[in-house]
């Protein structure tokens, strides 16, 4: 009867464990979405448009242009010159469409 016992304590504080990680996450990932930026680079041949999240315009911005470098360098050395490379356009706050990760490849 001990044991059931303890195993179901053990279930109970695993549970609460699971959803009390569940709301940490939750709650990580709805501070990030307070700023949108969709951002276009051209670089290397080619141009690429990528979006992000984040707490701040300038890091929803970053972010958008490490993730469009991503793709268009490879190499660290590569990814450094892209990512100092002035976009072709930046918009910042706006309502994107879900299917709206824009490749434009040339």
């Known amino acids: 009867m001990s044991k059931s016992l303890g195993l179901a304590r053990s279930a109970i504080l695993g549970i609460a464990f699971a959803l009390a990680m569940l709301a940490l996450i939750w709650y990580a990932s709805a501070s990030l979405g307070q700023h949108h930026c969709e951002v276009c680079l051209a670089y290397g041949g080619q141009s690429v448009c990528r979006q992000a999240d984040g ?18 360098a490879s190499g660290m050395t590569e990814s450094l010159k892209c990512q100092r490379t002035e976009p072709r356009s930046v918009s910042c706050d706006g309502k994107y469409p879900a299917d709206s990760g824009r490749e434009e490849r040339r």
């Open 55 to 72: 707490a701040t315009a300038e890091e929803a911005r970053r972010t958008a242009t490490d993730i469009a470098c991503a793709v268009l």
